[in-house]
DNA sequence: TTTTATTGATTGAACGTTCATTCAGTCATT
DNA sequence: AATGACTGAATGAACGTTCAATCAATAAAA
């Protein structure tokens, strides 16, 4: 028998395969049931509509990517150690859960992602605040705003999934040229 | 009197408007009539469906994107100025276009930017790989895929571009510091 | 010149479908 | 017996799409 919890993860993760490969408006509620092995309406006792259904999905994701990524990092390294750290578990994280990534792309973009969203506190983003913080802070890394840092890193990972996702095949040869791009962005940031 | 490629125009604006607002599943075709005073029936001449309309708009965007900034490249300067001017040009051009920004933003994310569209050719794109190309072959930056390059590129500058969009007020005294970013890029691409 | 015919864009009410959401009834557990 | 999660047919609103009717412009005929 499924607990509460696990129930309410299991009509997430059923959302998560339809919305990475239909997108929002066309994962009807009806079929997120379905795949969930549940009726219509016991996904209402758990979210009060799609929109909330929505909204608990990015937060579930943004969490389990924090737990991810933090369980990894390790702030007795050198930062440079700690940066190529925090960039392939960002990366394998994606890689291992496309359906997070395929959704959180979507959702960062999509009007779901108000204001109001934003200015909530969000773990992840604490998190990789804090990281840049403390590279700027060892002087390892140039005094840029760590919003801006975290926004960039992450979303040239994002990008770089997505590429890896896209061009399986047409770039199988060249796969390790992508991974170049962390020296790239490192050498961009590093201070000398 | 409007021609019909005027009116053609007046649809896809008109949808890009609502789109960047809205989402594409919360601007219905019927919003879209209104917002370019025309009928409904009117936009069933101009595209075959909700769907052709959309790709038809992905299309165009693509073209505006690719006039706008080979307008403004010289390929008899430097190539640093030429990759400064070609990041300064797609800057602009979203700013001065939000719509296209937020649209594109989202399309490239979404279900309707099937394999098959991107297999389709693509003016921008092809611009933009051999806008690279020539500076792998002039040894100014280094021999990576083109492909991956214009991607990385294009995707930090739309990151940037919805970084100042979304943090207007809050990062106003830091907006210098996105404009680093560029210095940043080349950094690492540039061959010494 | 005036009248009639033709063409093709334009209109918007109407249609059928799909969707989010509800709720009266069922089931399992305490 | 009571509680509370679960069910899924039913509901109504919203949407994409159609099409018979209208209109404007041009060509042909008188």
Redesign the pocket.
């Given at each position: 028998?499924?607990s509460?919890l696990e129930?309410r993860k299991c009509i997430i993760q059923s959302a998560l395969d339809l919305i990475q490969e239909n997108g929002f408006h066309?994962?009807?509620?009806?079929q997120v049931a379905k795949n969930a092995?549940?009726?219509?309406?016991?996904i209402?006792?758990?979210f009060d509509?799609?929109?909330a259904l929505i909204i608990g999905i990015y937060e579930y994701v943004v969490e389990e990517i924090k737990i991810y990524v933090s369980e990894r990092d390790d702030p007795s390294l050198l930062f440079k150690d700690r940066f190529y750290n925090y960039w392939k578990s960002l990366t394998d994280f994606y890689e291992l859960n496309p359906s997070m990534h395929g959704f959180y792309d979507q959702f960062i973009k999509s009007p779901f992602n108000s204001d109001e969203i934003q200015s909530k506190p969000n773990v992840w983003h604490d998190f990789a605040c804090e990281f840049f913080e403390s590279g700027i802070k060892q002087g390892k890394i140039k005094a840029l705003n760590p919003i801006v840092l975290s926004i960039l890193v992450n979303s040239n990972v994002n990008s770089i999934v997505r590429i890896k996702h896209n061009f399986k095949k047409k770039l199988s040869q060249n796969k390790m040229e992508l991974d170049e791009i962390s020296h790239l962005i490192w050498d961009g940031i590093k201070v000398d």
């Open positions: 028998m499924h509460l129930k066309a994962s009807p509620v009806s092995r549940v009726a219509v309406g016991t209402y006792t758990y509509n799609k929109e």
